[in-house]
């Protein structure tokens, strides 16, 4: 487009007008505060889900999808992006404030004479880069679903049941098995301990008959005996595996709920599960010796 420019005498000096035409960035602008929005919204749920576990020791949803050593690096990068969209936004806001929309600058040239000719300006093209800003709304989107699923509350003890029932798959009741002697010692157990064992001849001799305690979560097979579970992540959910060991009561198991938290007091042994070589973990319980407990 050519733009005519006129060109006065006035005396021997000349002044030139330049038209000049400023852009809008309302769309750069726009695609920059949603960004800046997305990124503070990633920071806070960050450093709520760390500082649930870290600072106030509590389970929360970061417990079914991360290991708990990791806990504490969700917290800290929530809190350096919090600190970088702080900064970006502050230089969002100074850039935007200082920008100066004028569309055009006119200026006249004149010489001594006063002279009034038309001066033909150099033409000058309008090339404006074809952006896609509708795009801007899907990658939003896109990335804001992590966020909305914090507000859902997802995932929840819900969807660890429905893993752990993947993982466990379906198991049989495993018969008759022989009772052994009781032996002095015993004491409380976590799983680690008992899977190190069972898989220990030694060991497995040492401990068979003593009394132990040890918390999990419990899942039916039969009337009077259940698998009692933990589930051990090393890094994340997709590297988690079950450590269990089944028990074996006097009694109906019906008044409790599958996945629900209990701690187990009762006589340790180890058995062969059938169709398998390894051995697992059996303990048998008196019903009054299976207690609810708090879920870790």
């Known amino acids: 487009m050519a733009i005519e420019l006129k060109q006065h005498d006035h005396g021997g000096h000349s002044q030139t007008h330049d038209h000049d035409h400023a852009h809008d960035h309302g769309d750069e602008n726009l695609e920059n505060l949603f960004t800046i929005g997305i990124c503070g919204s990633f920071s806070v749920v960050a450093i709520i889900l760390g500082g649930m576990s870290v600072v106030m020791q509590r389970k929360g949803m970061l417990s079914y999808i991360l290991a708990e050593p990791f806990h504490i690096w969700v917290l800290i990068s929530g809190s350096v992006l919090l600190v970088l969209t702080a900064i970006r936004a502050i230089a969002l806001w100074q850039t935007t404030g200082a920008h100066d929309h004028a569309h055009h600058d006119h200026g006249h040239v004149h010489d001594e004479n006063c002279k009034h000719e038309p001066v033909k300006a150099a033409s000058h093209d309008h090339s404006h880069d074809d952006h896609e800003h509708g795009g801007v709304f899907w990658r939003a989107i896109v990335l804001m679903f992590p966020v909305v699923l914090f507000f859902l509350g997802l995932p929840n003890q819900?969807?660890?049941?429905?893993?752990?029932?993947?993982?466990?798959?379906?198991?049989s009741g495993i018969g008759d098995v022989r009772d052994v002697a009781d032996k002095q010692g015993g004491g409380r157990f976590d799983f680690a301990e008992l899977s190190d064992s069972a898989n220990d001849a030694d060991k497995r001799e040492a401990l068979q008959g003593q009394t132990v305690t040890i918390k999990g979560q419990l899942r039916?097979?039969?009337?009077?005996?259940?698998?009692?579970?933990?589930l051990k992540m090393t890094c994340c959910a997709a590297d988690t595996i079950p450590l269990k060991a089944r028990i074996i009561t006097d009694a109906s198991l019906n008044s409790f709920k599958d996945h629900s938290w209990v701690e187990v007091t009762g006589k340790l042994q180890f058995v062969q599960m059938p169709g398998q070589l390894e051995f697992i973990p059996l303990i048998r319980a008196e019903l009054k010796n299976i207690k609810g407990a708090t879920a870790e």
Do not use: H, M, N, P
């Open 158 to 171: 819900s969807f660890s049941a429905a893993g752990a029932d993947r993982l466990l798959g379906k198991e």
């Open 220 to 230: 039916r097979v039969g009337d009077r005996e259940c698998t009692l579970y933990r």
